[in-house]
Structure formats: C-alpha cells, structure tokens
C-alpha cells in the first residue's frame, strides 16, 4: 500500500534551515504530482509547495517563494523541502502528500490523494 513517511523537522531558532524528507513506497512515484502541506492546530491545512512527477514544474505558497525550494529524487522515491530563513510563523506540522495522474503542480490539499503522518517543525524568535 501507499506510503508516505516524512523526516527532517526538528526546532530552530528564526533564521535557521531545515530540510525535510518524505520517502514514498507502494506507487509509481515517478508519475505522480507532490506537496508539502502544513497544519497549526485549529487552522486548515494549508498548502506549501508542489512539484511534477518529473520534477521540472514547481509551485510555492506566496508567504514561502524565496525562503522554501521543493525537489523530489525519483531514483530513490523521496520528496524534499529545503527551508530557509525560517520564521516563526513557519511553525506547524508538516505533511507530504501524493496527487496521483492526471495531476496539476497544485497546493490545494483537496487535490491530494496519499499523506504521511507529519513532522514538527518549530521556529523560535
């Protein structure tokens, strides 16, 4: 079956890089769409960043364009978020998810098929 496990987080203090893995099994990776989603208790799930199945095409939040660049290696199945610059509003859970084909490079959660259970990242000022 479809899995997702992520890795990576941790807490840094504002300024600092992170970078977040998600390894995937059970699917054709290579061909489908990925995100990064993020999720503070009581708000939604909100949308980080997305990459194609062949990596060319990305898309990014407006509150991370500059600071986060997602990246995905479909040689060894695994989704990266390489987050710099951190800031505390950064704060959150989070999660990657699969978006099986036909797919558009989206960050809107309801498009997602697949997720992983999550890693905290915490950014202290």
């Known amino acids: 079956q479809v899995q997702l496990v992520e890795s990576g987080g941790g807490s840094v203090q504002t300024g600092g890089s992170l970078r977040l893995s998600c390894a995937a099994s059970?699917?054709?990776?290579?061909?489908?769409?990925m995100g990064w989603f993020r999720q503070i208790p009581g708000k939604e799930r909100e949308g980080v960043a997305a990459?194609?199945?062949?990596?060319?095409?990305?898309n990014y939040a407006d509150s991370v364009k500059g600071r986060f660049t997602i990246s995905r290696d479909n040689v060894k199945n695994t989704l990266y978020l390489q987050m710099n610059r951190l800031q505390p509003e950064d704060t959150a859970m989070y999660y990657c998810a699969a978006d099986s084909p036909p797919c558009g490079v989206l960050i809107r959660a309801s498009e997602y098929n697949y997720w992983g259970q999550g890693t905290q990242v915490t950014v202290s000022s």
């Open positions: 059970g699917y054709m990776y290579s061909t489908y769409c």
């Open positions: 990459i194609s199945p062949g990596g060319r095409g990305t």
